[in-house]
Nanobody, 121 residues
């Protein structure tokens, strides 16, 4: 199996910053895309940012210029630096990874348990 463990959420004032981390572990053969999604109360889960194993990043329009995704492939870890946070960024943030694992080598999508980000004064 592949496990994703997130950390770094919390309460921050508008205009503040937070950094989320997500570490993948288990019988990993390789990881393709890693990314962050979020889900606010009453809304569908949406993509925030993703990054390929080669370093190509994709962002939701709502976070472009404020959030930065990065990866450490050697550590199977993805980060999300969130700056200039707004109340509308409040949500549970989920880590996602498309990974092949031993012994099946099948490409599956894995999710973390989620971490709460609250932006409020």
């Amino acid at each position: 199996q592949v496990q994703l463990v997130e950390s770094g959420g919390g309460l921050v004032q508008p205009g503040g910053s937070l950094r989320l981390s997500c570490a993948a572990s288990g019988t990993i053969v390789s990881i393709n895309n890693m990314g962050w999604y979020r889900q606010a109360p009453g809304k569908e889960r949406e993509l925030v940012a993703s990054m390929t194993s080669g370093g190509s990043a994709n962002y939701a329009d709502s976070v472009k210029g404020r959030f930065t995704i990065s990866r450490d492939n050697a550590k199977n870890t993805v980060y999300l630096q969130m700056n200039s946070l707004k109340p509308e960024d409040t949500a549970v943030y989920y880590c996602n990874a498309d990974s092949r694992r031993f012994p099946t080598f099948r490409l599956d999508s894995y999710w973390g348990q989620g971490t709460q980000v609250t932006v409020s004064s």
